[in-house]
């Protein structure tokens, strides 16, 4: 079975989607959002798949813990996770105040830290840990710069567990998707109030020539709980070669 944070909209819903099509039983996490996570397991359903919601927020250590908890009395055990839940805000370094650094701090890197300590006890031997990290971490645009830090932290912490489970057969991986068509990247785009010239800016600057998908992500992430188990302790950046 699998979990997924953040998996009630997003990047997050289309892995957990994918997973249920590969025949995972998913477990999606969420923190607010509940009409949507409950909308991602009827579609999970509507396509055959087996799913779940269950409210988990990331950075609640005891929340964490019962969600890992609850998906091995309920399902038998845990074979895969991905970690996609995250917190964005976008402003100049000097204009963030504490409270929207530290939202983005408790999700993004001790959320991070407490699911990835659950799924290093947890996961089972021949199973996969995934982070979603983000190629901003490469870019470095400007308004960006709590976010990012808190996504190259991300990065370190996967390169580091994936070298402590030695011996366990366990792979730990980092996807980093570009810009990617959501909700939150249409918001994010749409609070800049240069909507449609930041987007065609950015498809401009994207070799590949277009904005990413959520699809782009989820296949990288069922590639690497797949076929690509002999990848291991790297970050994976899906981003239409932006970065």
């Not at 409270?99 to 799924?119: F, K, S, Y």
């Not at 490469?138 to 991300?154: I, N, Q, R």
């Not at 390169?159 to 998707?177: K, Q, S």
């Amino acid at each position: 079975m699998a979990i997924v944070t953040g998996g009630s909209r997003g990047i997050g819903r289309r892995i957990a989607e994918r997973l249920a099509q590969a025949g995972y039983v998913v477990l999606v996490s969420y923190r607010s959002d509940q009409t949507n996570a409950e909308d991602t397991v009827a579609a999970i359903a509507a396509a055959g798949g087996t799913a779940r919601a269950l409210r988990a927020d990331v950075s609640d250590a005891a929340a964490v813990t019962q969600l890992f908890d609850t998906a091995e009395r309920e399902f038998g055990g845990v074979d895969v996770v991905v970690h996609a839940a995250a917190v964005l805000v976008t402003k100049p370094l000097v204009d963030l105040d504490l409270d929207e650094v530290d939202r983005m701090l408790h999700t993004n890197l001790r959320g991070a830290v407490l699911v990835n300590q659950q799924a290093a006890r947890k996961v089972r031997a021949g199973g996969s840990i995934i982070n979603v990290s983000s190629a901003i971490t490469k870019g470095t645009a400007p308004g960006y710069s709590v976010y990012a830090a808190t996504k190259a932290a991300l990065e370190a912490l996967t390169l580091t567990l994936a070298r402590e489970l030695r011996g366990r057969d366990i792979t730990v991986n980092a996807v980093a998707p570009g810009p990617t068509d959501t909700e939150m990247f249409s918001t994010d785009l749409t609070n800049s109030g240069h909507g449609e010239q930041m987007r065609q800016a950015i498809v401009d600057a994207t070799p590949l020539g277009r904005i990413g998908r959520p699809d782009d992500a989820a296949e990288v992430v069922l590639a690497l709980v797949g076929p690509l188990r002999w990848v291991h302790g790297q970050t994976i950046h899906a981003s239409g070669g932006l970065v």
